[in-house]
């Protein structure tokens, strides 16, 4: 027997060792079992929250080092694949555990978003930095579902699923509240990563002193509730996790698992885009400042998370899963359809679009938690000592299909390119020289262009001149020629005199021309006309990924069908009380004197 082994049928490490020595020898109790999921719960929020700090001051982190909009959705896009693999990886806690898994990610994120993404010195250095963090993140946040999994039997499932999937949603709830309470304060966008930072390092000291996992013997076995808790320990005692691992990944690629997996990437990606570019959709399409944008992030993402606690609670006492995935995934089209059809009308309050993102919020709520108490307890059915290599599987397939949809967004949506490259930069020359600007709007690039090469052009000034005035270029002509006479002749004078001054004026406009910065005269020379046609395109543009979003979500519905579980609560009742039948046989085989399981151990009151 190893050494590992010897310790899980023995008692729990002491002492020093306890830092890295996590394995318990039994199935733990209510409170330390709340405990364990409690921190790994904290260490998802946290860790998201660090993963999604940059999308609260995307348009600051773009600025200050000079990324393009398409650099910097290739850069997450980039992080997205990087730990897409990194989750593959994360399989071996089937094989190595998962709790060192995670304070060790948690420490070294921590490191990464308190002291180096911070203090990066250039797009080239951030994006190395930002790829390591989606690397560590790619591995533990697959390691703590399996956790959760670990801790919570098929009839809390739900319930349990539930508090790990606020952890993306609370993360980015987190994300939206600082930045909205905090960055008029504090604007510089280095602020978020150190909030961020130093709640990564408090979560990290406090899994590495409490959080433990069950030993391999223990976790590889499939509990459908609290009940089976003495079968599992004395199945515990016979069982080999090298067998029950042998040929997991084949076991995995399964309809019911890759095509469910496959569904739920396509689903979220409404999801994935507003987690990273929420604000610089709102900014381009609508002129809202980061913290006004922010705040509609904290509708979203609060009604996720009240939604996915009480669908969970409900799908654990109902016993069935997918009606909430069905429903959950109508609700979501109809907020997400009606958000898609408001991008093109600028009169659009912003209750309105907090009433639709509140919609699509309950909807994504209602599906993702039972999703993924269904998705757990389908992979269980082909190996319950395959858990993390299945969770590996799903974490896969989310950030491909993630980097598909990042990798299309600058080719989807290319106007919003030019207004984050060049808008910013129009838009304050359009602020300080407004009426400048307006001659520049009016007169034709071609005119503008031959006064620049020789300002006597009578040609050229006559036809600045008409198109400033609003009279004809004969009529300009005229104005000028009887302006330069010494004395109007009587039949003329009723005419200059209605319109002399309308040419006088529109002189002293064109020559306003030349308080104007003649690099910001050629700045806009050459990118007016772009960021004008990308500001009347960009609402069209985000309107047509809005609605292939919502056709992803439509594919979800039908891989619904191909999941374990029931449609019927009173059919999955009587396949529980077909389990607790089989429970009891099983322990009287394996032990003929066990007394039957005392009638205050066989409720969990956390799943009363």
Not at 220 to 247: F, T, Y
Not at 482 to 507: E, H, W
Not at 511 to 525: C, E, I, M, N
Not at 547 to 554: D, E, L, N, S, T
Request: hydrophobic share 50%; net charge neutral.
């Amino acid at each position: 027997m190893s050494a590992a082994t010897s310790q899980a049928a023995g008692a729990p490490a002491a002492g020093i060792r306890r830092l890295w020595d996590r394995q318990l020898p039994h199935y733990p109790d209510t409170s330390a079992r709340m405990r364990y999921l409690a921190i790994t719960v904290l260490a998802t929020i946290v860790l998201y929250h660090q993963l999604y700090v940059q999308g609260g001051v995307s348009t600051q982190i773009i600025r200050e080092f000079d990324f393009t909009f398409t650099q910097f959705v290739l850069i997450v896009a980039g992080g997205n694949l990087l730990g897409a693999f990194a989750a593959l990886f994360a399989g071996v806690s089937d094989r190595w555990g998962r709790t060192n898994l995670v304070v060790g990610g948690l420490l070294l994120v921590a490191v990464l978003t308190t002291f180096v993404l911070p203090n990066a010195d250039s797009k080239v250095g951030y994006s190395i930095f930002f790829a390591l963090l989606t690397i560590v993140e790619g591995v533990v946040l697959v390691a703590t579902p399996a956790l959760i999994r670990d801790f919570s039997p098929q009839v809390g499932r739900a319930s349990a699923m539930a508090f790990w999937t606020m952890g993306p949603v609370l993360g980015s709830l987190l994300v939206t509240v600082i930045a909205t309470n905090t960055l008029e304060g504090h604007p510089d966008w280095r602020f978020q990563f150190y909030v961020a930072g130093v709640a990564g390092f408090v979560v990290a000291i406090i899994a590495l002193l409490g959080l433990r996992e069950l030993s391999p013997r223990l976790r590889d076995q499939l509990m459908h509730s609290m009940q089976d808790r003495a079968l599992i320990e004395a199945r515990a005692a016979g069982i080999d996790p090298e067998v029950a691992l042998k040929g997991h990944w084949r076991q995995m690629f399964k309809l019911d698992i890759i095509g469910s997996a496959f569904a739920i990437s396509v689903f979220l990606i409404f999801y994935y885009i507003l987690v990273g570019f929420l604000v610089v959709y709102f900014a381009t399409v609508f002129g809202y400042t980061e913290a006004r944008a922010n705040s509609l992030g904290n509708w979203y993402w609060a009604t996720t998370a009240i939604s996915l606690v009480v669908v969970g609670v409900l799908s654990d006492r109902l016993r069935v899963r997918k009606p909430f995935m069905l429903v959950g995934a109508l609700v979501g089209l109809v907020g997400l359809g009606l958000f898609a059809a408001a991008a093109t009308n600028p009169d659009t309050s912003y209750g309105a679009f907090r009433a639709y993102l509140v919609m699509s919020a309950a909807g994504l709520g209602l599906a993702f938690v039972s999703w993924m108490a269904a998705f757990t307890e389908t992979v269980e059915r082909r190996n319950p000592a395959a858990t993390a290599t299945g969770l590996a599987v799903y974490g896969w397939t989310v950030r491909i299909m993630v980097t598909i949809s990042l990798t299309a967004l600058p080719f989807v949506v290319p106007a919003t390119t030019i207004l984050a490259d060049k808008g910013e930069h129009v838009g304050a020359i359009v602020a300080e020289h407004p009426q400048q600007v307006k001659v520049l709007q009016t007169v034709d690039g071609a005119t503008l262009a031959a006064l620049k090469r020789n300002p006597d052009d009578r040609a050229a000034q006559a036809k600045a001149l008409s198109a400033l005035s609003g009279l004809t270029t004969a009529e300009v002509g005229r104005v000028v020629s009887l302006q330069a006479l010494d004395q109007v002749p009587p039949a003329d004078l009723g005419f200059l005199q209605a319109n002399g001054s309308k040419v006088q004026q529109a002189g002293a406009r064109l020559q306003s021309l030349s308080k104007v910065p003649p690099a910001d005269l050629a700045y806009l020379a050459a990118n007016g006309a772009d960021v004008a046609k990308a500001g009347a395109d960009n609402p069209k543009q985000w309107q047509t990924y809005w609605w292939i979003c919502f056709a992803a979500q439509a594919l979800f519905i039908p891989f619904i069908f191909v999941m374990y579980g029931r449609w019927s609560p009173r059919k999955a009742r009587e396949d529980e009380a077909e389990h607790e039948r089989q429970v009891q046989a099983e322990l009287a085989r394996l032990e003929p004197e066990h007394t039957p399981l005392d009638p205050e151990r066989r409720t969990d009151p956390v799943l009363a």
